[in-house]
């Protein structure tokens, strides 16, 4: 039996970790889920959105599967996300990023992955008001933080039969902060003559990813740069609810869905499942259980290819629960 931490989170997070509580109990593999509160309930509950128990949990069990965590108001504590990262040393964040069969956009057979620094960059959250009405961030990068994160994107290219490493910066101005990345993927680029290396300024890489996507295959980011050219990514293949996050440390792994707490479609239930199911199948995977893994990845695609069911992210009437139990009739 393998044990993982559930975080259902808030807004549709309960509704999401039901999803993925029913996908094991479908798949019937010997996977049992550790419940732990994180998010507005637990501060509610606790004082804390982000409990020390909750991270004992995942520090004990080294998998979890999170739902969304609402950001605090402007001016309150730091997001339990960023929190969760930093405690846990979750120091890379992967986002895939692939075109579902059947679902329009502008571009057909997109397949690549996003790779971003998940610690430090802007999200260290060192922020300071030097004087009236001026507001000064520092952005941290350190050559530790980007040997490893880069070592890890050529590592997982590797490993995942991919062929390029793209290393977006902004070195050009920020030659510090950009230019030690850059210099560090370099370096690590060196060391994996296998793997294609190139490297590309962050706007002219956004301009790239709407002009022609199937170009990349790996893009190694620092988080700011990351964070936004994910979503700009999910946009190209129909939107968050058809993607998913991993978040992962030396040892421990964090599964999620990409799109947001979605307070305003909680009593709808018309959020897309989609996303939480393909974060379930790599949990399931990574669990040991590959062939369970695929199945569930399949029946995704078979229902995403039909068209016949679509909640109304991908232009359909249907309900998440209508969706969830047409994947679930594929198995």
């Given amino acids: 039996m393998r044990t993982v931490t559930l975080i259902p989170g808030d807004g549709i ?46 520090r004990k069990n080294k998998l979890a599967f999170k739902g969304p965590l609402a950001a605090p108001a402007e001016g309150a504590a730091q997001s339990p996300n960023v929190r969760l990262r930093k405690e846990l040393d979750l120091f ?18 997109i397949d690549f992955v996003i790779i971003r620094e998940n610690t430090e960059d802007i999200y260290a959250g060192i922020e300071h008001v030097v004087a009236e009405g001026v507001v000064e961030t520092i952005k941290v990068v350190t050559e530790r933080a980007s040997l490893r994160v880069a070592a890890f994107a050529f590592d997982w290219a590797r490993r995942h039969d991919r062929r390029k490493v793209t290393c977006i910066h902004k070195a050009n101005i920020m030659k510090k902060s950009d230019g030690l990345f850059l210099a560090c993927a ?22 790239n990813l709407v002009r022609r996507p199937q170009q990349f295959d790996v893009l190694l980011c620092g988080n700011l740069y990351g964070d936004l050219l994910s979503d700009l990514g999910a946009g190209l293949v129909g939107g968050p609810g058809v993607c998913l996050g ?11 869905i990409f799109h947001g707490a979605n307070l305003e479609r909680v009593a709808k239930a018309s959020w897309n499942p989609f996303s939480a199911l393909l974060a379930c199948a790599r949990l399931v995977r ?29 232009g359909g009437s249907d309900t998440t629960d209508a969706v969830a139990q047409a994947v679930f009739s594929k198995l």
Avoid: H, W
Avoid at 13 to 36: H, K, T, W
Avoid at 189 to 204: H, L, R, Y
Avoid at 290 to 312: I, M, Q
């Fill in 13 to 58: 997070g309960p509704d999401v970790a039901a999803l993925a509580q029913e996908a094991i109990a479908r798949l019937q593999v010997d996977i049992a889920f550790e419940e732990r509160p994180a998010g507005l309930a637990a501060e509610k509950e606790l004082g804390d959105r982000l409990p020390e128990a909750t991270l004992e949990s995942i």
């Fill in 92 to 109: 890379a964040n992967i986002r895939p990023i692939r075109s579902l069969p059947g679902v329009k956009g502008p571009f057909s057979k």
């Fill in 186 to 207: 370099k370096d690590m680029a060196a060391k994996n003559t296998d793997i294609e290396f190139s490297d590309m300024i962050v706007d002219a890489a956004a301009m």
């Fill in 246 to 256: 991993i978040n992962r440390g030396e040892q421990i792994i964090v599964y999620e």
């Fill in 286 to 314: 990574q669990a040991g259980f590959p062939e369970a893994c695929s199945r569930l990845e399949r029946a995704v695609d078979l229902v995403s290819a039909d068209g016949k069911v679509r909640t109304p992210d991908l």
